[in-house]
Each structure stands twice: as structure tokens, then as C-alpha cells.
């Protein structure tokens, strides 16, 4: 009788892999392109004698007069933060500084004045990954611009490490990156979108990734490419191989 249950088991072991390999047997995707690597354009140019200048080596900077307690940014008030930049740096309308002249004069008229204040809510998040919140702010501006403001607290003060105008459409926090979309006046129908990311070297926040994505149909009908990544194809369900003959 052993040799026969040996026999049977045998048997059912077999009919079980086999069922597995019909199943989950690999099929093919199709042919693969080739790989193409990177192409080197006019190798004999020669290379530049002067070092570029770091981005963000002039983006980030001392918030004079102001104190914080334990290093929290929560322990201070966002319009106070402003006003210290304003009182310090008010007459300047370029550059991390750039503020209009009356958006100036608003926030120094904030909570005094009628008009509204332009410092709109603060949010903290933890964008340098030290653990410890940073404080950003936005500021409305003329002709629907809006500042964007990014402070560290350390060292007992605050070190902006952000600072932008733009015609946003939104702004948000993706992990520890900044994104914010802006407006195309130059290019209808389409938008900037911009990841800011820290980077340690710089002490500041740079904008790491930035794209044009299209946003609305072409005018004219014509099938425009979009330049954002294409959704994944869904592969189609296995055709189920014959059954063996016994």
C-alpha cells in the first residue's frame, strides 16, 4: 500500500504545479525600444572661466530685531515678523526685499486702518527636516500677486529662507517641498509649477523642479501634447492557455 500512496501523491503534487504554472505563467509585453543614452552637443566648446553664482546665495537673510523663544516660530507673530522686515528694508521693490510702496504702508497700517491687512494666515510646517516648524507666510500684493515668505528660527532669531512674488493660482506642501502654481501671462492656456526644496548648502530654499503644464484646451482644436506624465496603460487580462491532455 505505501508505494501506491507514494504514487497518489506524486500525482496531486504534480496536478497542483501545474495549475500554478497555467496561472502565473510570464507572458511577453511586447518588444522593448532600445536604449538610447545621452548625446554630448558641441563637445569642443570650451568650458565657462567664471564659476556661476550660487542661486540661492543671496535668498536667505537675518530678520533684524526680532526674538525667538526656544526656537519656536510659533512663539511669534507673523505680522510682526513683516513689519520688522518693512521698518528695516521698506524702501527697497526688488529683489527677496521687493514689496510695493503701499503694500508697504498697509502692513505698517495693519489692525489700525480700515483696509485690509495684506498678511494673510500663517501656516508651520517642517520644511528643512531639523524637526522643528518653519513659518510661512503669504502677503497679498497689487495686481493679484502674492509674496510668499519662508522663516527658520535658530539661534534665537528668525533667517527668512524663502522669498518670492508671484501670480499664484495656489500654493502647496508636498512632504517638505514648497509647490507653488503660477499664472502664464506669456503663454495662454498654460501654468508654472514650482517645487521649492531646502537645500543645507545653500542655507535657503531653491526651486528644485519646475515644469510648464498645460491647463485648458487648445483654442483652435488642434490636439496639443501635454507635458505632464501620461497616465499608466492598463495591460490586458491573460488569454488562458488549452488544457493538457491527460
Keep these: 500500500m505505501r508505494p501506491r500512496g507514494v504514487v497518489i501523491a506524486v500525482c496531486c503534487v504534480l496536478l497542483a504545479l501545474g495549475g500554478c504554472a497555467d496561472e502565473g505563467a510570464l507572458r511577453s509585453a511586447g518588444a522593448t525600444p532600445g536604449a538610447v543614452g545621452p548625446v554630448r552637443l558641441w563637445p569642443d566648446l570650451p568650458p565657462a572661466t567664471d564659476p556661476p553664482l550660487d542661486y540661492g546665495e543671496s535668498d536667505s537673510s537675518r530678520v533684524p530685531g526680532v526674538r525667538v523663544s526656544d526656537n519656536d516660530v510659533r512663539s511669534v507673530e507673523a505680522l510682526d515678523v513683516v513689519r520688522a522686515e518693512v521698518r528695516a528694508r521698506g524702501d527697497v521693490f526688488s529683489g527677496g526685499d521687493g514689496m510695493y510702496e503701499e503694500t508697504a504702508r498697509a502692513i505698517v497700517a495693519c489692525g489700525t486702518a480700515a483696509v485690509a491687512c495684506p498678511v494673510m494666515r500663517p501656516y508651520y510646517r517642517d520644511l528643512t527636516g531639523n524637526g ?94 501635454r507635458l505632464v506624465s501620461p497616465a499608466p496603460t492598463v495591460a490586458p487580462a491573460p488569454v488562458p492557455l488549452p488544457a493538457e491532455s491527460p
Design 132 to 225: 522643528q516648524d518653519e513659518l510661512i507666510v503669504g502677503i497679498r500684493m497689487p495686481e493679484q500677486q502674492v509674496g510668499i515668505r519662508v522663516y527658520l528660527a535658530e539661534n534665537g532669531g528668525l533667517t527668512r529662507i524663502m522669498s518670492t512674488v508671484e501670480q499664484v493660482i495656489s500654493v502647496e506642501v508636498a512632504g517638505r517641498d514648497l509647490i507653488t502654481r503660477v499664472a502664464s501671462a506669456g503663454i495662454p492656456g498654460y501654468e508654472y509649477r514650482t517645487a521649492w526644496s531646502w537645500d543645507e548648502q545653500q542655507h535657503s530654499m531653491l526651486p528644485t523642479r519646475d515644469e510648464i503644464v498645460r491647463v485648458k484646451p487648445s483654442a483652435s482644436g488642434v490636439p496639443v501634447p
